[in-house]
């Protein structure tokens, strides 16, 4: 079955950096748009980025260009989503998507 599972979240000071992984298994990975999203609480779970099949095109959502970036390994089926100079509003729990699944998410949490 499709089964995408998130890591890397963790505690940070802001200005810090996390790099997240999501392994996908369960589907055609080198053939499926990957996506990251996340939920704070309180809020509706929104898009951070997404990755086109060869990882040639990229989305952001505007509250993290320039500091977040997503890419993937097809060899690996895994997607990465690398996070610099974090901030207080980043903290939410980040989702790995893809293929019209979900993973249980990882919790990241940016304070001093």
């Known amino acids: 079955q499709v089964r995408l599972v998130e890591s890397g979240g963790g505690l940070v000071q802001p200005g810090g950096s996390l790099r997240l992984a999501c392994a996908a298994s369960?589907?055609?990975?080198?053939?499926?748009?990957m996506s990251w999203h996340r939920q704070a609480p309180g809020k509706e779970r929104e898009s951070v980025a997404a990755?086109?099949?060869?990882?040639?095109?990229?989305n952001y959502a505007d509250s993290v260009k320039g500091r977040f970036t997503i890419s993937r390994d097809n060899a690996k089926n895994t997607v990465y989503l690398q996070m610099n100079n974090l901030k207080p509003e980043d903290t939410a729990v980040y989702y790995c998507?893809?293929?019209?699944?979900w993973g249980q998410g990882t919790q990241v949490t940016v304070s001093s």
């Open positions: 998507g893809g293929y019209g699944s």
């Open positions: 990755i086109s099949v060869s990882g040639g095109t990229t």
């Open positions: 369960g589907f055609t990975f080198y053939n499926s748009i």
